[in-house]
């Protein structure tokens, strides 16, 4: 859990932080400031989330699908992601294409595999951008509210509010009871090659931690469910009174048209040009 | 803060309970038999008894956990504020009754405070949820709390929210199960306070499970003793309750400091209606003409003198820094008066190093820094710059307020956490260089929360797991030696968590030992104790003192300090304010309200009374008032009130 | 709420359910964020990271009810794992929902009796070959989709079979031994009948909780996933074969087959929840959770 600064090199074990994660934690959800789409109904943006999500499949245009990406591209800065998301995504989407590419090529695949291939990474980058754009720079309770009015369980809004609460918590726990085993227990006195036998002691510890983490988040967990039944919860939960009232504050204004309307004006118009293109 | 006993006429009952018994299923014996017991409105009512006199339950039967999610044999009727609790359901309930319970932590269920405050009413349908929180916000005087995460509240603030939760339904009842159990001194004091509040200001009844009887005596209003099986003995005023010394001892409930010695020192200081004092404001109000009669100035004045003469010599006291109202700020002996702190630590320094010359430290911290990162991503300090040694045959207490270091300095020693800057060395290793498990030969760590330390199938497992993962073989004796020690032989098969809070010490406690330290680390190791394991523990300690080369505690509880500690470092952000002996702390209230720590009572109380020194325990005190009255003449406590 | 006693584990109270879904839900969430963490090794398409540690939820399944088990799971991994990480990935989020909570659902009905060490090792690899092989489809499924006429294109399929082929072995004996077989065994005899009171619960009888139905639903449950895969995978091969040699542009007929075989996935996951919620109709109570 210890955050150590470049004075020395940090071990496995200490970059495993419970601060990183809670700092990661509250950037994630309170970090962000006000981004351009952020400002619309929850609603609105899983709707447009979900025609970036689909189309793109079924489009065989790649001018069309480069117009696309243009759109969610701009958007996905304007959410300002972090980098490392990026990173991870552009590793991933590349390296996936690029063993495909290999692979197809031991079997007598060319330009053309190529070529597909492209279509491919680019539908995929469309994809994957749009959730980016839209439910990075979402507060996860609204997004959790938005899933809530268009049919998610209460179960699942309850549990990202409940994810909020616990997880330092649980983190900060998971990371002592480490600390007890390897307080009381012997790491190897070999490395072994390539360091194996470490790896193999903490691929072990990482499990059996989880053995007292259980019985402890069993024991907690027990409170828990009466205090919601104190609280009303395992009533409200069918209560479609509730919901509304919860959901109240959900209002589609005048922008959230504006943007949809803009949207579909951007889009019509990408098809058009790409009509001219047919490849 | 006071609450003296007001006779208030016209009250009407507002709890009934009429000859409940309970058994939970599957249990031998009933946890409640026959219980009678009538609450008026606007009491503020203490529930006592010893374990397993089924207070918990009796709670739980007022806001209807008991029958109706707890099923079980149940009979009798509770009548709250006019609704059967039988015919209602738990959430109906709650509108009536709010419930704190003793893990307050995990009835917490959102993030923030606010969103805590407005799940139950919005749960309900009620259309203004969020002014119904809002009012239980004002109602707490909490609203700089509004919008924080509930995890990075201290313990305090997370109860306080807890009971602000169940406030929002604006019940008339409110049950707080053992409130300072779970929460350092100073936040203890904090939610009684909001609690009279409640009762004052709005006419809420309290009823609180306690064994602290220094609160009780503080805060409420009248007892309600509980006998081993669920039986009512006795519901009293407050002061006739703990007046009752024998009774309550021999039920292992120990009554305030000041009451016990009262009690000692004299069977004749009762005043005329069988009652000794119970706060120390009586005590002193029954001392202060016998005081005056010795020619001392009066108290108020110098009280006025102390104050300037702290503030004058002590450079780091916070301008305006409040004085709280303790009998201890009341009155200093000039032997006493607070000596500037540089001055102190540098004597106090001198005469260790000649005890100590020639003598290699222990444990060697040298400008150690050490934090953690903050949420932007800056590094924030918890430690700057600690310069400390320990040697041989030391009983260390670290003290200070919620932040002030103590966690991480002992986690710099046992190695599980490295300094950013400077060293830490633990017998001639230097910790950024080992690993902890190989530290562990030298140095065991007891955690503040036990359940964190029980990884093994039953407690006697955890006991051996350290010699087993060195593959030591014929462990068999000394397992079994310290299983007795600890008392632990009986439950040796049980799992850890399922133990009572005393058994749970006490297992880790064997855990450390098992390890055959040379050096052991606790961090509060007598956090949520009652007082008879409390004074358990401090014997154990003890025990560890013989096997133990150096032992590190740090804690809240003044009174470990005051029996056990031969060293106290006082820690204030980061930084050591002042390393002295036990019995010196003591006399430098402004230090210790500073780090938001209470004395013991015993220790305000001779205080109050210039004793030559501070006396730590009502032993000491009793001794040392005799002593006074056969230099000074008799006192005639008898002669009082 | 009033409870009627509550023995094995088809009958629990809401309450207890709730318990179990908020159980499965922290421990797998925040196992999934603790996986994000450690580091990976890929060396080509050779994986080897950890996975995920699937015998978590599994635990709860085969200790208590394994529907609430399985859905508490997947809305931590959807929470912990991605949404409070700003890493919600919409669409793909549901598929992976579908295929874990089956993985798991069918898995944990499997275990008749907890203490019965083949049990638990059949049901670990159940587990993950459920989930990996689900996966697989939606993979292949998504290629072929995204791809136009993928069968036009040389050397493509057969890439992608090989290494969606190769990846599902690798995870079933990699991931398959290591994060679900090992744990599972250590860990669910141990936690037998020592979790269960800190929940206010009694372990479940093994014997009680098992009668034809319960074993030969999940069992049918498996062989119609694996028929189905199996379908798929044959006629991708085939049509894949003809396309390689006639280079025919309109041959894409075979998508076809992927959509059936979601399809059919999707009914019998449907189709399985159904006949959980139909036998437990006779209790009117605790049907909150779904």
């Known amino acids: 859990m210890e955050y150590t600064n470049s004075a020395h090199k940090p071990s496995f074990w200490e970059k495993f932080s419970v601060e990183r994660i809670k700092v990661e934690l509250l950037r994630t959800a309170y970090g962000q400031s006000m981004t351009f789409l952020s400002r619309f109904d929850p609603r ?236 | 803060m006071t609450s003296s006993v007001q006779a208030e006429h016209n009250q009407s009952i507002i709890i009934d309970v009429q000859d409940v018994s309970f058994r939970y299923p599957g249990a031998e014996s009933n946890s409640l038999s026959e219980v009678n017991l009538q609450i008026k409105r606007g009491d503020f009512v203490a529930i006592i008894g010893s374990n397993g006199s089924g207070k918990s339950t009796l709670c739980k039967c007022l806001n209807g956990l008991i029958p109706t999610y707890y099923t079980g044999d149940f009979a009798g009727k509770v009548v709250v504020n006019g609704v059967d609790t039988s015919q209602a359901s738990i959430a109906e309930l709650s509108k009536h009754v709010a419930y704190v319970f003793q893990d307050f932590e995990n009835q917490l269920v959102r993030p923030t405070v606010f969103d805590e405050l407005a799940f139950a009413p919005l749960n309900f349908g009620y259309e203004d949820y969020k002014e119904r929180a809002l009012q239980a916000l004002h109602m707490l005087d909490m609203a700089e709390l509004k919008q924080r995460w509930i995890w990075q509240l201290s313990g305090g603030q997370k109860h306080m929210t807890a009971l602000a939760a169940a406030m929002a339904l604006d019940p008339e009842i409110i049950i707080v199960d053992e409130p300072v159990a779970q929460l350092d001194p100073a936040h203890a004091k904090l939610i009684y306070d909001k609690l009279a509040l409640l009762n004052e200001r709005h006419g809420k009844t309290i009823i609180v499970i306690e064994h602290h009887t220094e609160f009780i005596a503080d805060y409420c209003k009248s007892v309600v003793l509980l006998d081993r099986g669920g039986k009512v003995r006795w519901t009293r005023p407050t002061q006739q309750a703990l007046s009752s010394v024998a009774e309550l001892t021999e039920l292992h409930i120990q009554p305030p400091q000041v009451t016990q010695a009262f009690a000692a020192l004299h069977a004749d200081s009762r005043s005329g209606n069988g009652l000794y004092p119970v706060t120390i404001e009586q005590a002193v109000e029954q001392l202060q003409p016998l005081l005056a009669h010795r020619g001392h100035r009066p108290m108020s004045e110098q009280h006025q003198d102390h104050d300037e003469r702290h ?93 002030a270091g103590k966690s991480t300095l002992l986690r710099l020693i046992a190695g599980i956490r490295k300094p950013w800057s400077g060293a830490v060395t633990v017998c001639g290793q230097d910790t950024r260089k080992v690993t902890p498990e190989q530290l562990s030969d030298v140095v065991s760590f007891i955690f503040q929360n036990p359940e964190e330390m029980f990884i093994a199938d039953h407690i006697r497992a955890d006991i051996e797991f350290f010699l087993k993962a060195r593959k030591q073989s014929n462990t068999e004796p000394f397992i079994e030696h310290i299983l007795q020690t600890f008392h632990l032989t009986e439950l040796q098969q049980r799992d850890g968590r ?144 | 709420m009033s409870l009627s006693p509550l ?185 037998y009948g020592k979790v269960e009171p800190l929940l206010g619960m009694k372990p479940r009888d093994g014997r009680a909780a098992s009668s034809i139905k319960d074993f030969v639903t999940p069992r049918f449950i498996i062989l119609a996933i694996v028929l189905a895969f199996v379908a798929a995978a044959a006629e991708f091969l085939a049509e894949s074969d003809n396309a390689f040699f006639s280079w025919e542009w309109e041959a894409d007929f075979g998508s076809g087959a992927f959509w059936i075989s979601l399809a059919i996935s999707i009914i019998v996951f449907i189709a399985a929840i159904a006949v959980i919620r139909a036998r437990k109709k006779q209790k009117p109570k605790g049907e909150s959770l779904s």
């Open chain 1, 44 to 279: 609105i943006m899983i709707a447009w989330y979900s025609f970036f999500a689909i189309v793109p499949w079924f489009i065989h245009n790649k001018a069309v699908l480069l117009g696309l990406l243009l759109a969610v591209a701009v958007l996905t800065y304007s959410s300002k992601p972090s980098v490392l998301v990026l990173i991870v995504l552009a590793i991933g989407l590349i390296s996936d294409a690029a063993y495909m590419l290999i692979v197809s090529l031991m079997f007598g695949g060319g330009l053309a595999a190529a070529w597909a291939l492209s279509t491919l990474t680019l539908k995929l980058l469309v994809i994957t951008l749009a959730s980016i754009a839209v439910f990075s720079s979402m507060d996860p309770e609204r997004l959790s509210d938005g899933l809530l009015s268009i049919g998610a369980p209460a179960q699942f809004s309850f549990g990202v509010a409940y994810g909020f609460r616990m997880l330092p918590i649980l983190i900060e726990e998971y990371n002592n009871i480490l600390y007890s085993y390897r307080l009381r227990g012997k790491s190897p006195d070999k490395k072994g090659f390539l360091g194996w036998r470490m790896l193999v002691y903490s691929f072990k510890l990482s499990v059996v931690a989880f053995y007292p983490l259980i019985l402890n988040t069993a024991k907690r967990t027990r409170t828990t469910v009466e205090a919601l039944e104190i609280k009303g919860f395992t009533y409200a939960m069918h209560d479609p009174k509730v919901k509304k009232l919860k959901l109240s504050y959900l209002k589609i204004r005048r922008r959230d048209i504006v943007f949809l309307a803009l949207s579909a004006l951007y889009i019509a118009a990408v098809f058009y040009v790409g009509s001219f293109f047919d490849a």
């Open chain 2, 498 to 641: 399922l133990l009572s809070g005393g058994q749970q010490r006490r297992a880790t406690l064997a855990i450390g030992m098992a390890m055959k330290p040379t050096i052991m680390l606790l961090d509060e190791p007598t956090a949520s104790l009652d007082i008879v394991s409390r004074r358990e523990m401090t014997q154990l300690f003890d025990e560890l003192q013989d096997h133990v080369q150096a032992i590190i505690v740090a804690t809240h509880d003044m009174q470990l300090v005051a029996d056990w500690a031969t060293r106290v470092i006082v820690m204030h952000e980061g930084t050591i304010i002042m390393d002295t002996t036990s019995a010196d702390v003591f006399q430098h209230p402004q230090l210790l309200d500073k780090a938001a720590l209470v004395p013991p009572q015993i220790v305000q109380l001779s205080h109050a009374l210039k004793l030559p020194s501070a006396a730590l325990s009502v032993n000491q005190f009793v001794e040392q008032f005799r002593d006074k009255e056969e230099q000074d003449g008799i006192y005639q406590l008898s002669a009082q009130a």
């Open chain 3, 7 to 191: 023995r094995n584990r088809l009958e629990l109270t809401s309450q207890q359910k709730l318990m179990i879904f908020i159980l499965s839900m922290s421990l797998y969430g925040i196992s999934n964020m603790i996986t994000e963490l450690l580091p990976e090794f890929r060396v080509g398409p050779v994986e080897l990271k950890v996975e995920y540690f699937i015998f978590i939820p599994l635990i709860f399944a085969i200790l208590f009810n394994s529907l609430y088990a399985a859905i508490g799971a997947s809305v931590g991994e959807m929470i912990f794992g991605e949404l409070l990480l700003g890493q919600f990935g919409g669409i793909s989020e549901l598929e992976k929902f579908i295929q874990f909570s089956l993985a798991v659902f069918v898995a944990g009905m499997l275990v008749r009796d907890p203490r019965n060490k083949r049990q638990l090792a059949v049901a670990a690899y159940v587990a993950i070959g459920i989930d990996q092989l689900l996966g697989t489809i939606v993979d292949i499924a998504k290629v072929y989709i995204g791809i136009e006429d993928l069968e036009a294109v040389p050397g493509l399929p057969q890439s992608i079979l090989a290494i969606e082929g190769f990846s599902f072995l690798n995870a079933m004996v990699v991931s398959g031994t290591l994060f679900a077989l090992l744990p599972t065994l250590y860990l669910v005899p141990r936690l």
């Open chain 2, 311 to 403: 503030t004058a010599h002590l450079p780091y006291q916070d301008n305006g820094a409040q004085l709280t109202a303790h009998a201890s700020c009341l009155d200093h002996d000039e032997r006493h008066q607070a000596r500037p702190l540089h001055p102190s630590t540098n004597e106090s320094a001198q005469r260790d190093n000649q005890s100590r010359a020639g003598r290699e430290p222990l444990v060697h911290v040298e400008a150690a820094t050490s934090g953690y990162q903050s949420i932007e991503r800056n590094m924030s300090p918890t430690l700057k710059g600690i310069d400390l040694a320990i040697y041989p045959g030391e009983r260390v207490a670290l003290i200070g307020n919620n932040g």
